[in-house]
Nanobody, 117 residues
Framework: QVQLVESGGGLVQAGGSLRLSCTAS????????MGWYRQAPGKQRELVAS???????THADSVKGRFTISRDNAKNTVYLQMNSLKPEDTAVYYC???????????WGQGTQVTVSS
């Protein structure tokens, strides 16, 4: 059974920084695209950033230049460095491991990020 465990969320003032981590159990990490999603109250879950097994990244327009996704395959961990945080970044952030080829689709339990103004 694959588990994704997020950490690093918390309360921060606007303009501050946080780094989220997501560690995967099992042996699927290196073959998966890893993604960070977020869901604010009353809104749909949205993709924040993703990184393929080869290291190619995408970032949502709303976070470009402020957030950076990275991965360490040796540690089975994906990171989301969040700088210049804004109140509108407040949400529950979820980690996802996905591979359509292998049929993988796993989610973490989420970690709360709250940015105060």
């Amino acid at each position: 059974q694959v588990q994704l465990v997020e950490s690093g969320g918390g309360l921060v003032q606007a303009g501050g920084s946080l780094r989220l981590s997501c560690t995967a159990s099992g042996s699927i990490f290196s073959r998966n695209t890893m993604g960070w999603y977020r869901q604010a109250p009353g809104k749909q879950r949205e993709l924040v950033a993703s990184i393929t097994s080869g290291g190619s990244t995408t970032h949502a327009d709303s976070v470009k230049g402020r957030f950076t996704i990275s991965r360490d395959n040796a540690k089975n961990t994906v990171y989301l460095q969040m700088n210049s945080l804004k109140p509108e970044d407040t949400a529950v952030y979820y980690c996802r491991a996905q591979s359509s080829f292998f049929g993988d689709d796993y989610w973490g339990q989420g970690t709360q990020v709250t940015v105060s103004s």
